[in-house]
């Protein structure tokens, strides 16, 4: 069986293409760079060089490999609008395109990275772009299971390299609202074992899936626990909302990627929580992969583990 994956080179791409191919799947990808396919892969994945704003372009891909499966990855954290980097281009024009040539191509099943606090409600650009590629999929009649994880844990973690180059030369972190916003870290393991059990699973069909971990955990114990980790002392001073928001409508005209933006700000308009919503599927890890999620404290120290090794 064939499956077409987008971001095969990202931090959790890289553990779906790992599972597919354990598994003995043929694995193809699109991607801006076919070099960085081949050397992080070699033979083992087909690599096509895809402009995702230009249909003709992904068809090439479609026509040559003729995928079962489709699993798209690509999202952004940050716009980057001098370089045309923006949430709508990339999580709605992108997904637009590719399930348009999905569809005529005949894929049996797609599957689909969202975010966690996606919802027609949600006040951030990046929520209201993933929201518009989720109803996108769903109106074009395809097999699909759409996947809402919250923040994701392994050596790769942006975060951790953003904490570890900031709090070297600066020990102090400031806490948008105190940092009692709310996370259910998972493990990146147990979300690769999400995607690729689904490919099969019928009962998956046509679901959108919260995937969490087994603990929730606030932003400033979460970067408690990194920096005792590190063994590094940093102050945290929380700072009310609407000042970072304004922080970063400033810091986003100056830098690009900036430190962080007004968006991300917008994006804790609620806890990243699992269970918010009633009308998706929680407990992805324990329905897909018929086992509990790795605990927060084994997932968070494996993680920091790898990120060392990364540096």
């Given at each position: 069986?064939?499956?077409?994956?987008?971001?095969?080179?990202?931090?959790?791409?890289?553990?779906?293409?790992?599972n597919l191919l354990n598994e003995g799947y043929e694995v193809a990808s699109p991607v801006r760079n076919a070099d960085k396919v081949k050397s992080l892969y070699g033979e083992k994945v087909k690599a096509y060089k895809v402009n995702f704003e230009e249909i003709p372009s992904i068809k090439q891909a479609f026509e040559d490999f003729k995928p079962d499966y489709l699993i798209h990855l690509i999202g952004i954290l940050y716009q980057e609008p001098?370089?045309?980097?923006?949430f709508y281009k990339v999580h709605y024009l992108y997904s637009k395109n590719l399930y348009q040539v999905a569809k005529e191509y005949g894929v049996k099943k797609v599957l689909h990275m969202s975010a966690l606090?996606?919802?027609?409600?949600?006040?951030?650009?990046y929520h209201k772009t993933k929201y518009m590629a989720e109803q996108e999929l769903i109106n074009t009649g395809l097999d699909y299971t759409i996947f809402r994880p919250s923040i994701v844990?392994?050596?790769e973690q942006r975060l951790f390299f953003d904490m570890w180059k900031i709090t070297?030369?600066?020990?102090?972190?400031?806490?948008?609202?105190?940092?009692?916003?709310?996370?259910?870290?998972?493990d990146v393991r147990d979300l690769a074992c999400c995607f690729t059990k689904a490919l099969k699973d019928e009962q998956s069909s046509r679901k959108i899936y919260e995937v969490c971990g087994d603990k929730k955990v606030?932003?400033?114990?979460?970067?408690?626990?990194?920096?005792?980790?590190?063994?590094?002392?940093?102050?945290?001073?929380p700072f009310?909302?609407?000042?970072?928001?304004?922080?970063?409508?400033?810091?986003?005209?100056?830098?690009?990627?900036?430190?962080?933006?007004?968006?991300?700000?917008?994006?804790?308009w609620r806890d990243n929580v699992c269970g918010l919503d009633k009308d998706v599927e929680s407990q992805a890890v324990q329905k897909l992969c018929?086992?509990?999620?790795?605990?927060?404290e084994e997932s968070l120290r494996w993680s920091l583990e790898g990120f060392k090794k990364l540096l």
């Open positions: 069986m064939k499956v077409l994956i987008t971001g095969s080179t990202g931090f959790v791409g890289r553990y779906i293409v790992e001098s370089k045309g980097i923006t606090g996606t919802h027609p409600d949600a006040p951030s650009s844990l392994g050596p070297r030369y600066l020990p102090a972190i400031a806490l948008p609202g105190g940092g009692s916003y709310l996370f259910q870290p998972v606030s932003f400033k114990e979460l970067l408690e626990d990194i920096f005792s980790y590190w063994n590094r002392k940093v102050v945290l001073l009310p909302k609407v000042f970072m928001y304004i922080g970063g409508l400033i810091a986003e005209k100056i830098l690009e990627p900036p430190p962080f933006s007004s968006d991300q700000v917008l994006m804790m018929g086992k509990e999620p790795i605990p927060y």
